[in-house]
């Protein structure tokens, strides 16, 4: 089967069915081409068919995952999925971050996992956004563009409940419990359909998030050298493109503002991302 | 696609008119399995001329040539950090393997991937080269007693290193293959031929470059990268030697014993790339073709559609005949009882139990 993700298409060989059945309702539709972007083999190790069996997953020829339960595999192929995107794709900059849109223009949210990152964007994306990739902004380095990506966002534990705690109609999967980074739901925020009216846009801002329980939402704009260093910290493939990245990013960063900010309600933080895409703040 | 074609696309790159989508899927897969990507750009000059190759395939390519020119930058950054470290010592040092090809700018070099920088140093200087990089920011990496045997002893030589910083992975060896093999490299005579560029840097002269290479391809049990080995061979012959050459290739080869070794590869590269290097043969054509036949099919990836039904037999038999190149018998016998068991553990407690 291949999943289509716009950008990048990927062959999944050996998938069980409950796997197949997994990604069809999360991406609405699978295909048979012929030339697949990235490919990820799914193998059955052999004498552990019996005991405690586990599937290794094999990227291209490597492994760089140790194997998983069948049990806990949809995780884990979106983790390869990303796996081939960091490995290989070196024509776009690629950081590490969850990327929205709206009113034609993005905001990058670069973090490490545990941020609370995907959680926000999720949330965004029910509610009047879309979720470019919950992952990583895809940066175009000719035009300084985020690229949308068709991929779900990636919760993790308490996020779960908060994002089913909105009551919206979602398609989100099954919770996969007892990974290595806990439980792990997916969820679709848009239909193909709606994905394909995105387009690539510049971003307005990149901003730095950080939750904190019962705090304040505190917002500090950040010095663009400042900024520009702190994004590129979480950059996967800056020092492999080089001088043309280090070009692009300094476009970029004449372009957007950088915040850091700290808050504990959604809702309130979302007010504030709105106005900035209306241009409605002020220096 | 079948290893006929593959070679084919790799000789001429007028085949690649004749791929459909479903070709150059099989191409990639291959491509990157064997670490060519960048490679084949340069092979079949399609990083240059962008309209050759549908936008489907070559956007990969483009993206592998990013990744290739940024190793590149990092073999050289890496190699002047050692370098200073054997110039701070007072102690002579040789670049081989890729790091040489990139520093002496072959025509392999182009779009070729690294995994580590592999040294040659004297004998006499490995523990001074160990206590500095130990003092300097490298730290050797964590081996089983069993694995640190194997290198102390029987190869009378250094656990790899990694740079702290950088992540750069040194290997450092003084002679190429393990002391307890019944070989003997001429050592000696690869210190005298050595070649000074005028970037600063040393490295063995385009016959021990061979050399080493064939010895990877033909004296090693893994040959999962062998086919790159023999790409790197052809094209190091195709740039540094005509016909007349190859004799005195082949006389490095006997000076240390690998005349069976210099006959298999001009078989193999006949066989490969349609050389028709025609020189006398002093090893027996049974044993020349049974071979030749048995690298032929292993060295290719695992892949299922350049699988024979044999493949796996002539791995196992080329994975043998790799270890007793390096070993004793009666050593051979413990470290295969040692693996297997280790194997099995794997398969039974999966991949990752003594990780």
Same mark, same amino acid.
Request: glycine share 4%.
């Given at each position: 089967m291949i999943i289509d993700s716009g950008l990048h298409s990927f062959?999944i060989?050996?998938?069980?069915?409950?796997i197949k059945k997994a990604l069809v309702e999360l991406y609405g539709r699978t295909d048979?081409?012929?030339?697949?972007?990235?490919?990820?083999?799914?193998?059955?190790?052999?004498?552990?068919?019996?005991?405690?069996?586990?599937?290794?997953?094999?990227?291209?020829?490597?492994?760089?995952?140790?194997?998983?339960?069948?049990?806990?595999?949809l995780p884990s192929i979106e983790w390869a999925m990303n796996?081939c995107v960091a490995?290989?794709?070196?024509?776009h900059?690629l950081i590490h971050a969850s990327v929205v849109e709206r009113n034609n223009k993005s905001i990058i949210f670069p973090a490490q996992s545990g941020s609370g990152k995907s959680t926000l964007s999720t949330y965004l994306a029910l509610n009047g956004w879309h979720l470019f990739y919950d992952e990583m902004a895809v940066i175009?380095?000719?035009?300084?563009k985020t690229i949308p990506i068709f991929r779900p966002s990636s919760l993790k534990n308490e996020s779960i409940n908060i994002i089913a705690g909105l009551k919206k109609p979602i398609n989100m999967s099954d919770v996969t419990?007892?990974t290595?980074k806990g439980a792990i739901a997916h969820v679709m925020p848009h239909t193909r359909k709606i994905y394909q009216s995105l387009s690539p846009c510049k971003p307005c801002a990149v901003i730095?998030i950080?939750y904190?329980?019962?705090?304040?939402?505190?917002?500090?704009?950040?010095?663009?050298?400042?900024?520009?260093?702190?994004?590129?910290?979480n950059?996967?493939?800056?020092?492999?493109?080089?001088?043309?990245?280090?070009?692009?990013?300094?476009?970029?960063?004449?372009?957007?503002?950088?915040?850091?900010v700290?808050y504990s309600n959604m809702q309130d933080l979302a007010l504030f991302l709105a106005e900035l895409v209306n241009?409605?703040?002020?220096? | 696609?079948?290893?006929?074609?593959?070679?084919?696309?790799?000789?001429?790159? =007028?085949? +690649?008119?004749?791929?459909?989508?479903?070709?150059?899927?099989?191409?990639?897969?291959?491509?990157?399995?064997?670490?060519?990507?960048? #490679?084949?750009?340069?092979?079949?000059?399609?990083?240059?001329?962008?309209?050759?190759?549908?936008?489907?395939?070559?956007?990969?390519? &483009?993206?592998?040539?990013?990744? #290739?020119?940024? !190793?590149?930058?990092?073999?050289?950054?890496?190699?002047?950090?050692?370098?200073?470290?054997?110039?701070?010592?007072?102690?002579?040092?040789?670049?081989?393997?890729?790091?040489?090809?990139?520093?002496? !700018?072959? =025509? &392999?070099? @182009?779009?070729?991937?690294?995994?580590?920088?592999?040294? +040659?140093?004297?004998?006499?200087?490995?523990?001074?080269?160990?206590?500095?990089?130990?003092?300097?920011?490298? $730290?050797?990496?964590?081996?089983?007693?069993?694995?640190?045997?194997?290198?102390?002893?029987? %190869?009378?030589?250094?656990?790899?290193?990694?740079?702290?910083?950088?992540?750069?992975?040194?290997?450092?060896?003084?002679?190429?293959?393990?002391?307890? %093999?019944?070989?003997?490299?001429?050592?000696?005579?690869?210190?005298?031929?050595?070649?000074?560029?005028?970037?600063?840097? #040393?490295?063995?002269?385009?016959?021990? +470059?061979?050399?080493? #290479?064939?010895?990877?391809?033909?004296?090693?049990?893994?040959?999962? $990268?062998?086919?790159?080995?023999?790409?790197?061979?052809?094209? +190091?012959?195709?740039?540094?030697?005509?016909?007349?050459?190859?004799?005195?290739?082949?006389?490095?080869?006997?000076?240390?014993?690998?005349?069976?070794?210099?006959?298999?590869?001009?078989?193999?590269?006949?066989?490969?790339?349609?050389? @028709?290097?025609?020189?006398?043969?002093? %090893?027996?054509?049974?044993?020349?073709?049974?071979?030749?036949?048995?690298?032929?099919?292993?060295?290719?990836?695992?892949?299922?559609?350049? =699988?024979?039904?044999?493949?796996?037999?002539? @791995?196992?038999?080329?994975?043998?005949?790799?270890?007793?190149?390096?070993?004793?018998?009666?050593?051979?016998?413990?470290?295969?009882?040692?693996?297997?068991?280790?194997?099995?553990?794997?398969?039974?407690?999966?991949?990752?139990?003594?990780?």
């Amino acid at each position: 089967m291949i999943i289509d993700s716009g950008l990048h298409s990927f062959r999944i060989l050996g998938a069980p069915e409950h796997i197949k059945k997994a990604l069809v309702e999360l991406y609405g539709r699978t295909d048979e081409r012929k030339f697949a972007d990235f490919q990820i083999r799914l193998n059955r190790n052999g004498l552990r068919k019996f005991l405690k069996p586990q599937v290794s997953i094999e990227i291209e020829g490597q492994q760089p995952f140790n194997p998983v339960p069948p049990e806990k595999l949809l995780p884990s192929i979106e983790w390869a999925m990303n796996w081939c995107v960091a490995a290989y794709e070196h024509n776009h900059l690629l950081i590490h971050a969850s990327v929205v849109e709206r009113n034609n223009k993005s905001i990058i949210f670069p973090a490490q996992s545990g941020s609370g990152k995907s959680t926000l964007s999720t949330y965004l994306a029910l509610n009047g956004w879309h979720l470019f990739y919950d992952e990583m902004a895809v940066i175009d380095l000719k035009s300084q563009k985020t690229i949308p990506i068709f991929r779900p966002s990636s919760l993790k534990n308490e996020s779960i409940n908060i994002i089913a705690g909105l009551k919206k109609p979602i398609n989100m999967s099954d919770v996969t419990v007892e990974t290595h980074k806990g439980a792990i739901a997916h969820v679709m925020p848009h239909t193909r359909k709606i994905y394909q009216s995105l387009s690539p846009c510049k971003p307005c801002a990149v901003i730095s998030i950080s939750y904190r329980q019962g705090c304040n939402t505190e917002i500090v704009e950040l010095d663009k050298a400042v900024g520009m260093s702190s994004m590129l910290l979480n950059a996967f493939n800056y020092s492999v493109i080089g001088s043309s990245a280090f070009d692009s990013m300094v476009e970029l960063s004449n372009s957007v503002r950088f915040f850091e900010v700290t808050y504990s309600n959604m809702q309130d933080l979302a007010l504030f991302l709105a106005e900035l895409v209306n241009g409605s703040v002020d220096g | 696609m079948d290893k006929k074609l593959f070679l084919q696309i790799l000789l001429d790159s =007028q085949v +690649l008119a004749s791929l459909n989508e479903q070709g150059y899927d099989a191409l990639l897969r291959i491509l990157r399995q064997t670490d060519l990507v960048s #490679s084949f750009g340069f092979l079949t000059k399609t990083h240059e001329n962008q309209e050759v190759l549908p936008v489907y395939m070559q956007t990969h390519v &483009n993206a592998s040539k990013v990744f #290739s020119d940024a !190793q590149t930058r990092q073999v050289f950054s890496a190699c002047a950090l050692i370098k200073k470290a054997a110039d701070d010592l007072g102690i002579e040092l040789l670049f081989l393997k890729g790091a040489a090809y990139c520093l002496r !700018q072959t =025509q &392999n070099s @182009r779009g070729r991937l690294f995994s580590d920088i592999d040294i +040659l140093v004297k004998v006499e200087d490995l523990n001074t080269l160990e206590s500095y990089l130990n003092a300097n920011g490298w $730290k050797s990496k964590e081996l089983n007693d069993y694995d640190d045997k194997y290198y102390r002893e029987w %190869s009378h030589e250094l656990p790899p290193f990694t740079h702290l910083a950088t992540g750069v992975s040194l290997d450092i060896h003084h002679t190429l293959l393990p002391t307890v %093999s019944h070989y003997r490299v001429d050592i000696e005579d690869l210190w005298r031929n050595e070649l000074k560029l005028n970037s600063g840097f #040393s490295v063995p002269n385009h016959a021990y +470059l061979i050399l080493h #290479s064939a010895i990877h391809l033909l004296l090693n049990e893994d040959v999962e $990268k062998g086919f790159r080995d023999l790409l790197d061979i052809n094209l +190091l012959i195709i740039e540094y030697m005509e016909d007349e050459d190859l004799e005195r290739l082949k006389a490095v080869f006997c000076r240390s014993g690998f005349e069976f070794e210099f006959d298999l590869l001009i078989e193999l590269l006949n066989k490969c790339f349609d050389c @028709r290097y025609k020189l006398p043969s002093t %090893s027996p054509s049974y044993m020349l073709a049974f071979w030749c036949n048995a690298y032929y099919k292993s060295i290719f990836p695992a892949m299922l559609e350049l =699988q024979t039904k044999t493949y796996r037999a002539l @791995r196992l038999l080329v994975y043998i005949k790799g270890h007793l190149n390096k070993m004793p018998f009666r050593l051979f016998i413990k470290h295969i009882i040692y693996k297997a068991s280790r194997s099995l553990t794997k398969k039974l407690f999966g991949d990752f139990i003594f990780k």
